[in-house]
């Protein structure tokens, strides 16, 4: 992390940040929290509603074991306290997307305590720029439905689709200290998520999504008073956020006025946030321990379950990367995301050599995605295929030019690279034979240049290469050019 502390220059001096985000994520499964209902994304309105979902009288909710696993794996993925023993409560208020008149969440006893998560912002040097940000707790709560504005023009539509869909609600402490910060910690929470299958991270579909805790003071100052920007849905939406909304409270305070604990909206269009409410306290909800739901108590067996399920996580995939030799800004790539992550796992077991295997993935591969708009999992070129053409360039058959035409059939036609390679003759010369004769014939036709190089122009070594690879279609052995060529000059 840079030693030099982000802040806003403000007319009495310099103000300090203080960040924290508590990340609604959508839990992975395929029913509801206390219900059987489904939670496909795109279902048209009001088709997964079960009668628990409705609040239909005399329904009863019953846990959705695996929520409760799915929580439980996420905080052993932090690193956090998992509470063996956790309780529901009711939180009460009245809203037309909540027909139970309260929501069922984890106030008291959540059932994961405290964690961490380490960020960066360095990724040429990841490990020695880690910073901690600590995690509160995680609880699990049902979500609430959807009003529809955009149906009527005088009316709006309840969809319950979301109703009873199962949230962790991720808490942070308040250790951010910028919108670099905050975005590195919301980018590495959302990966950790992937990895293990907790959570979809789909920020754009609603699945995870945040809200942004931010104040200001000077520095040596206690905490200032906070507000909350409510749903933020992308990383770089929630490092505006900190950025406008930071500066918008030291502004009202130069000015005379007082920053009031309140619930804001962030406008992307306007790139400003607004006052939606006033910030209500726990007890405004009136909360109590929910009597149709027993306490959820965890015995070793499904703890030790939860632990064996896990997957190899990002900071460890990264170390194992590191150790193979690739280098900690490439490792830090490939593991940033857990498609890319599994990509380039299948590649090196497909025999790939892992420093160049990182290099082409990196560049080559990602560059081509990139161009082209495809996510990795959509590559036209598969691990094995690229296996396959790393191959060719490792035992000498492709020049690393040479490679980079095949690549690009192989992602126009999808075919392999020994068969375009075959079919096409682009196999790499290694004959010094034919070489040596190319290169006599480079230097009589630039005799002046010989003179001057011989003279002591030695940057005019490049133009003899270009020239001979130019000469022989890019299909000289590199190497054997710049050896053979020293000898020819002299």
């Given at each position: 992390?840079?030693?030099?502390?982000?802040?806003?220059?403000?007319?009495?001096?310099?103000?300090?940040?203080?960040?924290?985000?508590?990340?609604?994520?959508?839990?992975?499964?395929?029913?509801?929290?206390?219900?059987?209902?489904?939670?496909?994304?795109?279902?048209?309105?009001?088709?997964?509603?079960?009668?628990?979902?409705?609040?239909?009288?005399?329904?009863?909710?019953?846990?959705?074991?695996?929520?409760?696993?799915?929580?439980?794996?996420?905080?052993?993925?932090?690193?956090?306290?998992?509470?063996?023993?956790?309780?529901?409560?009711?939180?009460?208020?009245?809203?037309?997307?909540?027909?139970?008149?309260?929501?069922?969440?984890?106030?008291?006893?959540?059932?994961?305590?405290?964690?961490?998560?380490?960020?960066?912002?360095?990724?040429?040097?990841?490990?020695?720029?880690?910073?901690?940000?600590?995690?509160?707790?995680?609880?699990?709560?049902?979500?609430?439905?959807?009003?529809?504005?955009?149906?009527?023009?005088?009316?709006?539509?309840?969809?319950?689709?979301?109703?009873?869909?199962?949230?962790?609600?991720?808490?942070?402490?308040?250790?951010?200290?910028?919108?670099?910060?905050?975005?590195?910690?919301?980018?590495?929470?959302?990966?950790?998520?992937?990895?293990?299958g907790s959570c979809d991270g789909n920020m754009d579909q609603g699945s995870m999504r945040a809200d942004v805790n931010v104040s200001v003071r000077k520095s040596g100052d206690p905490l200032g008073t906070r507000t909350e920007t409510k749903n933020v849905n992308s990383v770089r939406f929630v490092m505006a956020v900190v950025e406008q909304e930071a500066?918008?409270?030291?502004?009202?305070?130069?000015?005379?006025?007082?920053?009031?604990?309140?619930?804001?909206?962030?406008?992307?269009?306007?790139?400003?946030?607004?006052?939606?409410?006033?910030?209500?306290?726990?007890?405004?909800?009136?909360?109590?321990?929910?009597?149709?739901?027993?306490?959820?108590?965890?015995?070793?067996?499904?703890?030790?379950?939860?632990?064996?399920?896990?997957?190899?996580?990002?900071?460890?995939?990264?170390?194992?990367?590191?150790?193979?030799?690739?280098?900690?800004?490439?490792?830090?790539?490939?593991?940033?995301?857990?498609?890319?992550?599994?990509?380039?796992?299948?590649?090196?077991?497909?025999?790939?050599?892992?420093?160049?295997?990182?290099?082409?993935?990196?560049?080559?591969?990602?560059?081509?995605?990139?161009?082209?708009?495809?996510?990795?999992?959509?590559?036209?070129?598969?691990?094995?295929?690229?296996?396959?053409?790393?191959?060719?360039?490792?035992?000498?058959?492709?020049?690393?030019?040479?490679?980079?035409?095949?690549?690009?059939?192989?992602?126009?036609?999808?075919?392999?690279?020994?068969?375009?390679?075959?079919?096409?003759?682009?196999?790499?010369?290694?004959?010094?034979?034919?070489?040596?004769?190319?290169?006599?014939?480079?230097?009589?036709?630039?005799?002046?240049?010989?003179?001057?190089?011989?003279?002591?122009?030695?940057?005019?070594?490049?133009?003899?290469?270009?020239?001979?690879?130019?000469?022989?279609?890019?299909?000289?052995?590199?190497?054997?050019?710049?050896?053979?060529?020293?000898?020819?000059?002299?």
């Amino acid at each position: 992390m840079t030693d030099k502390r982000y802040t806003i220059h403000g007319e009495t001096g310099d103000w300090e940040v203080v960040v924290g985000l508590e990340v609604h994520a959508q839990v992975t499964s395929n029913a509801k929290l206390f219900s059987g209902a489904a939670t496909a994304f795109g279902a048209d309105p009001n088709t997964q509603v079960s009668l628990v979902d409705a609040a239909m009288p005399g329904m009863l909710p019953v846990p959705n074991r695996e929520c409760i696993r799915q929580a439980v794996r996420t905080g052993m993925a932090i690193d956090a306290q998992i509470n063996k023993w956790s309780r529901f409560d009711r939180k009460n208020y009245f809203y037309a997307d909540l027909p139970q008149g309260y929501q069922i969440s984890q106030l008291f006893h959540p059932i994961v305590g405290e964690g961490a998560i380490t960020i960066s912002l360095d990724p040429k040097n990841p490990d020695a720029s880690g910073k901690r940000i600590g995690v509160e707790r995680i609880h699990v709560e049902q979500d609430a439905g959807k009003l529809m504005h955009d149906q009527h023009p005088t009316r709006s539509y309840v969809d319950l689709n979301r109703s009873g869909v199962a949230l962790m609600e991720i808490v942070s402490k308040p250790d951010m200290a910028s919108p670099a910060e905050a975005g590195a910690y919301l980018a590495k929470l959302r990966a950790i998520l992937r990895y293990v299958g907790s959570c979809d991270g789909n920020m754009d579909q609603g699945s995870m999504r945040a809200d942004v805790n931010v104040s200001v003071r000077k520095s040596g100052d206690p905490l200032g008073t906070r507000t909350e920007t409510k749903n933020v849905n992308s990383v770089r939406f929630v490092m505006a956020v900190v950025e406008q909304e930071a500066r918008r409270q030291v502004a009202v305070i130069e000015s005379g006025g007082r920053i009031v604990q309140e619930t804001r909206l962030y406008d992307p269009d306007r790139n400003e946030t607004r006052s939606m409410r006033s910030k209500e306290d726990a007890h405004d909800y009136r909360y109590f321990p929910d009597p149709d739901l027993l306490p959820v108590e965890l015995d070793e067996a499904f703890l030790a379950e939860c632990r064996a399920s896990l997957p190899e996580l990002p900071d460890a995939k990264r170390a194992r990367y590191e150790a193979l030799g690739i280098t900690p800004y490439n490792a830090a790539v490939l593991t940033a995301e857990v498609e890319a992550a599994r990509w380039f796992d299948a590649l090196l077991d497909a025999g790939a050599a892992p420093v160049a295997a990182a290099n082409w993935t990196t560049s080559e591969l990602f560059g081509a995605l990139n161009r082209t708009g495809k996510d990795i999992g959509d590559s036209p070129v598969s691990p094995v295929q690229a296996a396959e053409l790393l191959g060719l360039v490792a035992d000498g058959t492709l020049s690393g030019s040479l490679a980079k035409q095949v690549f690009e059939i192989m992602l126009e036609t999808g075919q392999g690279a020994t068969a375009i390679v075959e079919q096409r003759g682009l196999k790499q010369t290694s004959d010094t034979g034919a070489i040596e004769g190319v290169i006599a014939e480079v230097l009589a036709a630039n005799a002046d240049k010989v003179a001057q190089y011989r003279g002591g122009k030695e940057a005019l070594f490049g133009f003899f290469v270009g020239q001979t690879m130019k000469a022989m279609g890019g299909k000289a052995n590199p190497r054997l050019v710049n050896d053979l060529l020293k000898t020819a000059l002299g």
